[in-house]
């Protein structure tokens, strides 16, 4: 299928689409009406309508969207479909969190976990092994590393940052709170927690305004 330009913000919703799809899947749901959608994820029918247009439609009039193709193609649409393998330096509390987490499930190898601290040196976290950060080159010299996870201190950051440029990643998923400075050959998505949990502290402000609002009526 040919891609065009399609918008950041339909681009954000797309996991959400496939996570949704995905469950259906799971419970053996072979259709679904964009109705029927729009209720389970809380967007408008015509939203989702037009998101999907973007991409060719998916849907039949009168039958809705055939659920595991629809999740394939987003899947493609997202490069879901082809396995990447994935590295992450900084194997402290973040870092050992999401190793134990399991990617695979949406494609995301995890192939080894490099640190500078010799206390963890061969500790294995989820069968994948810590090495030192003086293993790293060689170590992506021989193997195909894809991705990498970035959760060291910030002040470690932009030098690793540059030196994974240097030695050929071209993806690199950044926890630290600092921008990277990396040449824009390299796609780089910063994390940050904080300002999810800032924007719930908003939402969840406005709303509580609003009863207090509404309670002095
Ligand atoms: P931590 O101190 O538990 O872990 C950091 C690890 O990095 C340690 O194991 C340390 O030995 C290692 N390290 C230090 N220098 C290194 C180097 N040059 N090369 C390789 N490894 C090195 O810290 P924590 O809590 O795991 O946080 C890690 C990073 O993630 C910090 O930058 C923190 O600010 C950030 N963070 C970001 C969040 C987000 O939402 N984006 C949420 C929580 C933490």
Same mark, same amino acid.
């Not at 994820?41 to 009039?61: K, P, W, Y």
């Not at 400075?181 to 994390?191: I, L, T």
């Given at each position: 299928?040919?891609?065009?330009?399609?918008?950041?913000?339909?681009?954000?919703?797309?996991?959400?689409?496939?996570?949704?799809?995905?469950e259906?899947?799971?419970?053996?749901?072979?259709?679904?009406?964009?109705?029927?959608?729009?209720?389970?994820?809380?967007?408008?029918?015509?939203?989702?309508?037009?998101?999907?247009?973007?991409?060719?439609?998916f849907?039949?009039?009168?039958?809705?969207?055939?659920?595991?193709?629809?999740?394939? /193609?987003?899947?493609?649409?997202?490069?879901?479909?082809?396995?990447h $393998?994935m590295?992450?330096?900084?194997?402290? $509390?973040?870092?050992?969190?999401?190793?134990?987490? $399991? @990617?695979?499930?949406?494609?995301?190898?995890?192939?080894?976990?490099?640190?500078?601290?010799?206390?963890?040196?061969?500790?294995?976290?989820?069968?994948? /092994?810590i090495?030192?950060?003086?293993?790293?080159?060689? @170590?992506?010299?021989?193997?195909?590393v894809?991705?990498?996870?970035?959760?060291?201190?910030?002040?470690q950051?932009? /030098?690793?940052?540059?030196?994974?440029?240097?030695?050929?990643?071209?993806?690199?998923?950044? @926890?630290?709170?600092?921008?990277?400075?990396?040449?824009?050959?390299?796609?780089?998505? $910063?994390?940050?927690?904080?300002?999810?949990?800032?924007?719930?502290?908003?939402?969840y402000?406005?709303?509580?305004?609003?009863?207090? /609002?509404?309670?002095?009526?």
């Amino acid at each position: 299928m040919k891609q065009r330009e399609i918008s950041a913000a339909v681009i954000r919703r797309l996991p959400r689409y496939y996570r949704y799809l995905g469950e259906l899947l799971q419970n053996d749901v072979v259709r679904i009406s964009s109705k029927e959608l729009s209720n389970r994820m809380r967007v408008t029918a015509s939203q989702i309508r037009q998101d999907l247009n973007n991409f060719g439609g998916f849907g039949q009039q009168g039958y809705g969207y055939n659920v595991e193709y629809l999740h394939s /193609e987003i899947g493609k649409i997202l490069g879901l479909d082809v396995q990447h $393998n994935m590295i992450i330096i900084g194997a402290g $509390n973040l870092g050992q969190a999401l190793a134990n987490y $399991n @990617f695979e499930k949406v494609g995301f190898n995890l192939i080894g976990i490099f640190d500078t601290n010799p206390r963890l040196k061969g500790v294995s976290v989820r069968g994948i /092994e810590i090495y030192m950060m003086d293993m790293l080159d060689e @170590f992506v010299a021989t193997h195909q590393v894809d991705v990498v996870t970035l959760t060291v201190p910030k002040r470690q950051a932009v /030098e690793i940052g540059h030196h994974l440029e240097e030695i050929g990643i071209r993806a690199i998923w950044n @926890f630290a709170p600092t921008d990277l400075n990396v040449s824009e050959d390299v796609c780089v998505k $910063n994390v940050h927690l904080n300002e999810s949990l800032m924007t719930l502290s908003y939402e969840y402000r406005a709303m509580h305004t609003q009863d207090e /609002e509404s309670g002095r009526d």
